[in-house]
């Protein structure tokens, strides 16, 4: 079945980054684009980025300059980085498979980020 | 971007009663749009696609409804198992974006 599990850190401090690695089974990353998706109590859920089957990316414009999305396919995975993490990052990061069009079918499980010094 | 509008945060809710969720896009999304269930600590279920398209094994008292601007989910004869955040997200143009969801509580 479809899977998509996250390792990540936590907590960051103030500047620093974030790299979460979404590790996905039961469907090929060629084959499916794979999102990211954040939820705060303040900003609610926020579109972030996404990392086309064909490996091509988009990202949304408020987070583009310091934002990456890649992938390796042989290994299933694909991977987020974001820089200059700020107190206001402070959120709940998802990736999520595509599914018929640019909405979300499978979730994996969240990586909750705290940003604090 | 694309703002949607989710006129109510919180519904109350009886249990066997019949619930409509509302969602406004600024602009016409051709019914681009999805519904999303999410109970706390999980990450949010795929409920709807295409604004009227049920997911397999959603629940047939679960439907979507809608055109143009303007988007309906309905649940009939609530379950216990339905109290939860419900959110819409467009996917007509990018960014992608979600509602703020609106939260069901019981009476």
């Known amino acids: 079945q479809v899977q998509l599990k996250q390792s990540g850190p936590g907590l960051v401090q103030p500047s620093q980054s974030l790299s979460i690695t979404c590790t996905v089974s039961?469907?090929?990353?060629?084959?499916?684009?794979v999102h990211w998706v954040r939820q705060s109590p303040g900003k609610g859920l926020e579109w972030l980025g996404v990392?086309?089957?064909?490996?091509?990316?988009d990202y949304n414009a408020a987070f583009m300059s310091r934002l990456s999305i890649t992938k390796d396919n042989s290994k299933s995975q694909v991977f987020f980085k974001m820089n200059s993490l700020q107190a206001d990052d402070t959120a709940i990061y998802y990736c999520?498979?595509?599914?018929?069009?640019?909405?979300?079918?499978?979730w994996g499980q969240g990586t909750t980020l705290t940003v604090s010094s | 971007d694309i703002q949607m509008t989710q006129s109510s945060s919180y519904l109350s809710v009886s249990l066997g009663g019949r619930v409509t969720i509302t969602c406004k896009a600024s602009d016409h999304i051709n019914n681009w749009l999805a519904w999303y269930q999410q109970k706390p600590g999980n990450a949010p279920r795929l409920l709807i696609s295409?604004?009227?398209s049920l997911e397999t094994g959603v629940p047939s008292r679960f439907s979507g409804s809608g055109s143009g601007k303007d988007y309906t989910l309905s649940i009939t004869s609530l379950q216990t198992e339905d109290v939860a955040t419900y959110y819409c997200q467009q996917y007509w143009s990018t960014p992608l974006t979600f509602g703020a969801g609106t939260k069901l509580e019981l009476k």
């Open positions: 990392i086309w089957r064909g490996g091509s990316t």
């Open positions: 295409g604004a009227t």
């Open positions: 039961g469907f090929s990353l060629t084959s499916y684009g």
């Open positions: 999520a498979k595509r599914g018929g069009g640019n909405y979300f079918d499978y």
